[in-house]
């Protein structure tokens, strides 16, 4: 079960909510609104990357290939 970070279009709080299925109601905890936004996690935009990782090299400072390492 997937926890989500929400912010309340009401009262302006973020919070995060247990979601057991996509079609659950998610209510803002400080005022009760159901006008609720889901938010992009700070996880999941870490997490994404722009460039291919490296498969090749055996370590150190620069995948080994500088000889120092």
């Avoid at 005022?31 to 055996?58: D, E, W, Y």
């Amino acid at each position: 079960m997937p926890i989500y970070e929400y912010a309340c279009m009401e009262c302006e709080s973020h919070f995060e909510e247990l979601v057991r299925n996509a079609e659950q109601p998610v209510a803002c905890p400080g005022c009760g609104a159901g006008n609720v936004l889901k938010q992009m996690s700070s996880f999941a935009v870490a997490g994404i990357t722009s460039q291919p990782r490296s498969s090749g090299g055996g370590g150190g400072c620069c995948g080994g290939s500088c000889g120092s390492c």
